[in-house]
């Protein structure tokens, strides 16, 4: 079956700073992806997403990097604010059906 | 409505009880998806809704687990004698568009608590 991880389950990072979350999936033929993130308490909201015929895609302080290589996408913040702490996932849509497979996710704490 | 909602937000029940958890789509949203997150995980795909078809309930863990959406509005979440492994906090997701590749707009979930 299909697998989404993340490499680090935790992730601090300085008020300004820019971060970094990574993420790892298994099936080479997954054709779209999203970062979402979750607040305590909260459903997951999303961030960004992307599709396997690009490689990269910004928002509003957030890119999303793709490499289909090596099943790698990440998720860059830049200048990390403290209201940015919160669980991240990434989610990908398998090859068939409509599941959308999430990794654990990586907790960001940003210090003030 | 300005969002997904769902309810009751908390839920305690016995072992062997049934429940029945229901979700508010946004107005007007095709796609409607069940997920189940346990503590610490990420979310993980349940069944999904196009309007009232059901068009993959692959995820439903075991036939103690039904949904519905009748009208293709509000969904139902039912579990028959739960056990305590059902205990999780179960989302609801809506979708603008008729199928699964759309932007997902999450409702606060329901935590389950099954004693």
């Known amino acids: 079956g299909e697998s989404v991880g993340l490499h680090l389950p935790t992730l601090s990072v300085q008020e300004g700073d820019n971060s970094i979350i990574n993420c790892a999936y298994s099936?080479?033929?997954?054709?779209?992806f999203i970062w979402y993130k979750q607040e305590s308490g909260k459903g997951p909201q999303f961030i960004i997403d992307i599709r396997s015929n690009m490689d990269k895609r910004q928002g509003q302080r957030v890119t999303v990097l793709l490499n289909k290589t090596v099943k790698h996408l990440s998720l860059q913040i830049a200048a990390t604010q403290p209201g940015d702490s919160a669980v991240y996932f990434c989610a990908e849509k398998g090859s068939t059906g409509n599941q959308f497979y999430f990794g654990t996710g990586t907790s960001l704490t940003v210090i003030p | 409505g300005a969002g997904v909602s769902q309810s009751p937000r908390y839920k305690v029940a016995k072992r062997g009880q049934d429940v029945a958890l229901r979700c508010d789509p946004i107005s007007g949203h095709v796609s409607l998806f069940w997920y189940q997150q346990a503590l610490g995980q990420g979310p993980e795909f349940l069944t999904y809704?196009?309007?009232?078809?059901?068009?993959?309930k692959s995820g439903l863990p075991s036939d103690r687990f039904f949904a519905e959406r009748p009208e293709g509005s509000v969904s139902t979440l039912k579990i028959q004698r739960t056990q305590q492994e059902d205990s999780a906090v179960y989302l609801c997701?809506?979708?603008?568009?008729?199928?699964?590749?759309?932007?997902?707009?999450f409702g606060p979930g329901t935590r389950l608590t099954v004693l």
């Open positions: 099936n080479s033929a997954s054709d779209y």
């Open positions: 809704f196009q309007n009232e078809a059901q068009l993959d």
């Open positions: 997701a809506s979708s603008l568009v008729g199928w699964a590749g759309g932007e997902q707009f």
